[in-house]
């Protein structure tokens, strides 16, 4: 048929793009794609099944088909009055491909808007299969912003869509999100569950995009544990995945700069044992050539994270993703600020919220600020000139990142931005116990229990460091004096607990069933508050009892790369704690 000639778009080829969503026929798909360069060159939205064609076009350019500015370009055919003409069933197909352009370009809010009116319209006409496609569109952005309660209720809509249709390999991609956000709000278990789940699904298929984001899921669930060789194995397959397509150049380097995180924290565990081993005071010769490979292997890490992150800006000069631009960015920072280059580490942190900045990704300006507050803090404890002006400096980026990051539903996002607000009013410029007190309580309510990766450790720090010199009896005179500040009775109750607890814990020889007994409340009340402030995991089980905990400690033994033999105080850039 000639283009001249074209009136139609032919509603088998609709139904067949259609069927092969539905099964993750994603090659067979792209076949028929290929053969539809006449329709491109003749669309307008006067041909019968335009709207359909494109909300389908979308949906394939998000799977991985070209790219969204086709889409982009067949929407510029719409004007004023063609749009006026659009039936209620063509208009929500234009809508939602608005959508999934403005998704792609990182306009979210933008995005959800067109989301909503597609799920009004579509919940009226009963168009399930825009439903579906809605609402896992608007969970992905909701997701982005860190709004997981939300995400969480429209990915759930997705799959019951689904579900309700009999398209199970179709739930899938939702599946999969729906594992990421779980993660994100702290439910690994439940995270890992659903995502062995969707993979036993979708594992003969040859939807590489969705395989993809299974290992790199993965990945992030292994990295949180601290099983560093697992997750990067992970990634890689990722990556494998990604690279099949040329669409997917983006997604591989977003696994490129994970990957690079993972081995940034490995290169800590392998920079905290050349400085046990450099201070021990053994001096036999079974401590030389041990350095001497540390040395070598940190080296090495530090190297491969340095290619790599080169590859991913290389990536994102071609295929251009703010996001994915502001996380190379914030990863360079981390990567300098460990190796003690704190004037390039600032630049790059920088270079990163301005990133974010103009597509208001709260979540990553608010770890652009976390970074830049270290970075200050790094300045303030090596004492370099203008310290005073550095720790100033630490502060209102501490603030600011507590103001972005409450934005969000990021828990871990709050717990560190928390926890290095306090680290900063804690530092030996300011020294102000009682607000670094109080950022420590707030992080405290949003660490994940059992978790005990570089977070953990910094949260450590800052509770050793408020313990030095804190005494009950100034607390307790503050209270009595009337010095609560807006504090609620609750909230002094469970400040009380911290302060008593913890020392009757010690005094009981770290038993929770001692202090319960002598405080005359509930092992679980105890067990709540030690979890809270960390101290769980050094419980020494009384007689008789099992302690999960110390299943957890002996398990992170085992898949900790390193396990140091002393905890003494490091100069700022080998202390540095690493957060994305």
């Not at 290992?215 to 397959?237: P, V």
């Not at 405080?519 to 101290?535: D, E, N, Q, T, Y």
Request: with cysteine; proline share 2%; charged share 30%.
């Amino acid at each position: 048929m000639s283009i001249a000639k074209l009136a139609v778009i032919p509603q088998e080829l609709l139904s067949t793009l259609s069927r092969d969503i539905d099964s993750r026929r994603i090659q067979h798909g792209m076949d028929r794609l290929a053969n539809i360069e006449q329709i491109l060159a003749a669309f307008s939205p006067s041909l019968e099944n335009a709207a359909a064609f494109l909300g389908s076009l979308a949906q394939w350019c998000d799977i991985g088909y070209g790219h969204a500015t086709l889409v982009k370009r067949l929407l510029a055919t719409y004007d004023h009055e063609s749009r006026c003409n659009l039936k209620i069933s063509e208009y929500v197909h234009v809508r939602m491909a608005e959508g999934m352009v403005a998704m792609t370009e990182e306009i979210l809010d933008s995005a959800i808007e067109h989301f909503d009116v597609v799920l009004k319209i579509a919940a009226e006409t009963r168009a399930w299969e825009v439903l579906a496609i809605a609402n896992y569109w608007k969970a992905r952005c909701q997701r982005k912003k860190g709004q997981y309660e939300n995400a969480l209720y429209h990915v759930k809509q997705a799959l019951e869509i689904q579900a309700a249709h009999g398209h199970a390999q179709n739930e899938v991609p939702a599946r999969v999100l729906e594992s990421l956000i779980l993660f994100e709000s702290g439910d690994s278990q439940q995270a890992l569950r659903k995502l062995r789940a969707a993979e036993s699904i979708l594992i003969k298929t040859d939807d590489y995009s969705t395989l993809g984001n299974i290992q790199s899921t993965y990945g992030r669930i292994l990295q949180r544990e601290s099983r560093y060789g697992q997750a990067i194995e992970h990634y890689s397959r990722a990556i494998n995945h990604f690279q099949k397509s040329e669409s997917m150049q983006s997604n591989v380097a977003r696994a490129i700069v994970d990957m690079s995180f993972t081995r940034l924290q490995v290169a800590r565990h392998f920079r905290r044992s050349i400085e046990v081993s450099r201070d021990s005071r053994q001096k036999d010769r079974q401590h030389g050539p041990d350095r001497v490979v540390l040395v070598k292997e940190l080296s090495k890490s530090y190297g491969v994270i340095h290619e790599d992150l080169k590859k991913a800006e290389e990536i994102y000069r071609q295929y251009p993703h703010t996001r994915g631009i502001a996380r190379v960015h914030l990863c360079w920072a981390y990567l300098h600020l460990d190796t003690g280059e704190l004037d390039t580490a600032a630049e790059e942190a920088k270079r990163g919220y301005a990133a974010a900045q103009p597509k208001q990704d709260f979540i990553l300006m608010a770890s652009a600020r976390k970074v830049q507050c270290m970075i200050e803090n790094a300045r303030v404890e090596e004492e370099v000139d203008g310290w005073a002006n550095y720790a100033i400096s630490a502060q209102d980026y501490a603030r600011d990142a507590v103001e972005l990051a409450e934005h969000t539903q990021d828990r871990r996002l709050l717990a560190t931005v928390y926890t290095w607000h306090g680290l900063t009013m804690s530092n030996a410029f300011f020294g102000d116990k009682e607000r670094a007190r109080e950022a420590m309580e707030k992080a405290a309510t949003y660490l994940e229990p059992g978790v005990r990766d570089y977070l953990w450790s910094d949260f450590q720090t800052l509770r050793r460091r408020l313990m030095e010199n804190a005494t009950l009896e100034s607390k307790l005179m503050q209270w009595a004096q009337g010095e609560i500040g807006e504090k609620t009775f609750r909230q002094l109750e469970d400040e009380f607990a911290s302060l008593v607890i913890p020392r009757a814990w010690e005094q009981e020889r770290k038993k929770v069933s001692r202090v319960a007994a002598r405080l005359s409340i509930s092992p679980r009340k105890v067990r709540k508050v030690l979890a809270r402030l960390g101290l769980l995991e050094t419980e020494i089980p009384a007689s008789g009892e099992t302690s999960e905990s110390l299943k957890r400690t002996e398990l992170m033994a085992r898949i900790e790369p390193v396990k140091p033999k002393s905890r003494r105080n490091l100069p700022a850039r080998r202390r540095t704690r690493l957060g994305l």
